[in-house]
């Protein structure tokens, strides 16, 4: 459902919030450097812990470059309990661990890991089919053209990093999603339900892609 732009288009936005949702994505996403010029760029106030948002940032990219047992070590000194209260991210991280040393084609030490890290997991019913997919790869002399490819993907990879960062931000009380992520799933789900009222009108659904495209 296309909503007619005279319909928002002479609404007004005030040029300081769209600063503080620019803020918060830059924050969010550890560019600790931009933040600092957009603020003084803009005049504007720095709120936001650069020292945190570094030590985030390190994380965030060792999880993301394979790095993943000194980002797990980070991790637990700069939020102590965390992955100790977040088995399913825990597992996630160790996962990602174990499928690095798959890719590397060292799979006795992953086996040697899965055994030692991983199996304990087996006691819980929700980790089971993870486990037995993980485990699968051991089977493949190329891993990366086996059922379960995605595994070693680098959108993988992202998404587990992404949680992550997200995990320390919230145990810092701090928003786990950006400003601008959090007005377009709000954007996405009002979209949706007009799409939902009009569809008898032969309207097609709404897709955040396709309206981005527009």
Do not use: W
């Not at 319909?7 to 600063?19: K, P, T």
């Not at 601008?180 to 339900?193: D, G, I, P, S």
């Amino acid at each position: 459902m296309d909503i007619d732009p005279r319909q928002y288009e002479d609404i007004a936005v005030n040029d300081n919030d769209v600063h503080s949702i620019v803020m918060s994505y830059l924050a969010h996403s550890c560019f600790t450097d931009t933040l600092e010029s957009f603020t003084t760029s803009m005049g504007m106030n720095q709120t936001a812990n650069l020292e945190d948002m570094e030590k985030r940032k390190r994380i965030y990219h060792l999880a993301l470059e394979g790095s993943v047992l000194k980002a797990i070590e980070i991790t637990d000194q700069f939020a102590p309990d965390l992955l100790e209260k977040n088995k399913d991210l825990h597992f996630d991280l160790l996962s990602l661990h174990f499928v690095g040393l798959v890719c590397s084609r060292k799979c006795t030490e992953a086996l040697e890991f899965a055994q030692a890290k991983l199996a304990p997991f087996g006691k819980v019913q929700k980790y089971v089919e993870k486990l037995e997919d993980f485990m699968a790869l051991l089977a493949y002399n190329e891993p990366e053209k086996s059922p379960m490819f995605h595994l070693l993907s680098l959108e993988y990879r992202q998404q587990v990093a992404d949680s992550l960062n997200r995990a320390i931000l919230a145990n810092s009380n701090l928003p786990s999603y950006s400003a601008v992520e959090r007005l377009m799933q709000q954007t996405t789900v009002v979209r949706q339900c007009l799409s939902q009222e009009s569809s008898k009108e032969g309207y097609p659904a709404f897709a955040l892609k396709d309206f981005l495209k527009s």
